[in-house]
């Protein structure tokens, strides 16, 4: 159980396009939603924090305007990048609370790269 | 605020051999601790958490870590090391406020 599903694994874009990132909670409801970004061989980090029906909150040095956030129902959250540059790309890894016992569960995760 | 270092970002050990991945943590309230493991472009999956209770954790795959309170550690340990355990891992603490503070993550080698 408490499974999250994230979709696609990988994906390459233009610099300037936007890209849309899914991560589904399969058989629970997630209230909160996190989505980190990974550089190579670095650790994860937290970029925001995903709520359902209200504005995400985001950590300190991350553009709202790039990198938009929809929590809109309890099984899906989105992450778009927005206007994609090669700085851009990255690992982007989403996770949910689970909803037993105190833990999070992440999905597979999402290589961008953009050219 | 809570924060996590793992020391060593490289860590070998021969097949057979114990694992021991070192974790230390800063906490102002009794911290939720976390290891996960991580294998190429994929994401993460825990091993094991410790949140409250028995001190010594078991997790997966054979490891298991103690939570030392006096040591602010968490130590990740596994008797015998297999290939397969070949992967990032990474030590991570929640003050219960919703968010996971991870470690930088030590990439363990397994020698044959």
């Known amino acids: 159980g408490a499974v999250v599903s994230q979709h696609p694994s990988w994906v390459i874009c233009k610099s300037g396009t936007s890209v849309k990132i899914e991560c589904r909670s399969l058989?629970?409801?997630?209230?909160?939603m996190f989505w980190y970004r990974q550089f190579p061989k670095q650790s994860l980090m937290l970029m925001a924090t995903s709520n359902e029906g209200s504005k995400a909150t985001y950590e300190q040095g991350v553009e709202k305007d790039k990198f938009l956030i929809n929590h809109a129902s309890l099984t899906l959250s989105t992450l778009t990048v927005t206007s994609a540059h090669p700085e851009d790309s990255s690992f982007y890894i989403c996770s949910a609370r689970t909803p037993l016992g105190y833990g999070y569960t992440f999905g597979s995760g999402t290589r961008l790269t953009v050219v | 605020a809570q924060s996590v270092t793992q020391l060593g970002s490289h860590v070998s050990v021969s097949e057979g051999a114990l694992v021991l991945l070192r974790c230390n943590y800063s906490?102002?309230?009794?911290?939720?601790l976390f290891w996960y493991v991580q294998y190429p472009n994929q994401g993460l999956q825990l091993l094991l958490k410790y949140t409250t209770g028995a001190t010594l954790v078991k997790g997966i795959n054979g490891f298991e870590a103690e939570f030392k309170k006096s040591e602010t550690s968490f130590h990740l340990t596994k008797p015998s090391a297999h290939m397969s355990d070949a992967a990032e891992y990474f030590c991570a603490v929640s003050d219960r406020d919703d968010k996971i503070i991870f470690g930088k993550g030590t990439r363990l080698h397994i020698l044959p």
């Open positions: 906490s102002s309230v009794p911290p939720y």
């Open positions: 058989d629970f409801q997630a209230t909160t």
